[in-house]
């Protein structure tokens, strides 16, 4: 047997499973290089660019008379698709996991559709569904009621696109943990209701809020749906990512990075909860899976 | 509370997993259902709790029709494998749980359900563990907190689903006695199921043999383990030995040479010999005797497992042999049989 094989002769060994310093160093330092051109620097220059003129005028250009309509009209949108999305998906989780029944593939396939879709088809979408030219529109507008061009179609378009993020965040997370704890509860007594109320939605409130997180996020920056959609009708169905193109078109760059950078703000006060969430939640998770 | 049931049949999707089957067990009875995977023990025990609805057949819990019942009326405590447990409550509201979802008119007030839970946590000797969570208690603790929640309900009936199947060898033994303990105490007509012969011989009052969604013996633990009634159910309860004859005029074959058995009654035909491996004795060649050739032999404790074959190097046999045997060292071992079964071809 060759000395060579003697662990104690052999030179510092390290651990096999990861690579060595350098090549450590050279990966860390192309993510970190790549993050901060792409990611941070952008992130910075709009918070300069809002800036660059002293906070009064920042402040100056986000309280004009149309930059709040526009902040008040993605706040009335998120306040109603996020909650209409919250209940839409826990029902369809809640179908897909803990029961069998024809079609279901089908149903996970169209829950992904507005992910695969693009915004701007999903705008266009509506505009022949409730266009002058479709059977509804019309019909509707004799009515009196305007879906497309008005607020209507923003929050449909708006719904369009986050539908996925709830349903999704559950599914999993769902399918995982089973129908143990409910028919426990069922065992014990609880009607459907009780089981739903102090079983399944404690089981699944982390990863629920997860969701909303996400589709709050998503439902206020939403850009293509909603500038199919909306008309661009100031003050009244603009949204602030609306607004702030406009502004940029308009030259009037300070404004629009202000606005820009409350939307900023939210991604970072979103990213903030998301990984608070991310540690309760995993903290839970890994909980539940040694129960298993 | 007796439960009768009567020829339940269920079907999942046109997938049989269970044919007419019928049993009664006494009140305060305590029943094991004994079976491999598949074989419709669990399934029949969900029939019995009510989390499914039979395909044909009717359930009694007493003289009323519970199969008409949903699980929540049927009021009966079930216990699962993996605990199932509120991971977000306390053990004392997992254990309140039951009583808190009550209509308002029946349900205690909230001293009272805390006082209940305390009570049944004594009752599981887990007293001081109330205001724990359950990832914080081990498997063996969990499983208790389960059966104190479903007592809490004062059940009709107690349905446990494996309920050791999740712990360990050590932990298993020692709750088996603790649940038979707890069973005397109460009362309660209990239906566990299991896979594990020993747990059902050792704890049920009387074991329900089950085999492809069909009952293949119900008795009690003695008479099901010295007088199967079957070749799968002597096979099923204990280590087994068993081997393909023929009978001819009152004597069994093997490979045309007697062995050394009478056939009793059975008449003329193929039939199949069981016997336990440790009821066996070694004889001199030249005698009747099943001879085999030595595969293996490995030393178990005080006894040696020889490993032959017989009747045509086709079936494997195991005996049970005292480790200073002289036979230990041979490489053909006859032996015969002392205490064995005898089953005729039945007929289909």
Known sequence: MPSSANPLAAPRMRDPTTEGPLTRRVLLGIALIFLALVLLLPLVAVFAEALRNGIGTALLA????????????????AAISVPLNLVFGVAAAWAIAKFEFRGKAFLITLIDLPFSVSPVIAGLVYVLLFGASSVLGPYLSAQGFHVLFAVPGVVLATIFVTFPFVARELIPLMQAQGTGDEEAALSLGADGWQTFWHVTLPNIRWALLYGVLLCNARAMGEFGAVSVVSGRLRGETVTMPLQIEILYNEYSFVAAFAVASLLALLALVTLVLKSLLEWHYGHELAASNGRR | MDVRISNVGKEFERFPALHGVSLDIASGELIALLGPSGSGKTTLLRLIAGLEIPTEGTI????????????????????????????????????GFGLKVRPRATRPPKSEIRRRASELL????????????????????????????????????LLLDEPFGALDAQVRKELRRWLRDIHDKTGHTTVFVTHDQEEALELADRVVVMSQGRIE?????????????????????????????????GEVLLQDRPIGIPAGELPTGTAILAFRPHDVEVVESGEPAIVGTVVASRRIGGVREVELEAGGGRERLEIEIPVDHPATARSRVAFRPKRWRLYGDRPS
């Open chain 2, 217 to 249: 013996q119900v008795g009690e633990p003695d008479e099901v383990y010295d007088r199967p009634n079957s070749p799968f159910v002597f096979g099923f309860v204990g280590p087994a030995s068993i081997l393909p004859v023929t009978v001819e005029d």
């Open chain 1, 62 to 77: 986000v309280t004009d008379r149309d930059t709040l309509a526009a902040i008040r009209l993605t706040l009335l949108v």
């Open chain 2, 60 to 95: 009694f819990f007493g003289d009323e029709d519970a199969s008409r019942r949903t699980v929540q009326e049927r009021n009966v405590g079930f216990v699962f494998q993996h605990y199932a447990l509120f991971r977000h409550m306390t053990v004392a509201e997992n254990i």
């Open chain 2, 122 to 157: 004594d009752l599981v000797q887990l007293s001081g563990l109330e205001d724990r969570f359950p990832n914080q208690l081990s498997g063996g603790q969990r499983q208790r907190v389960a059966l104190a929640r479903a007592l809490a309900i004062e059940p009709r009936v």
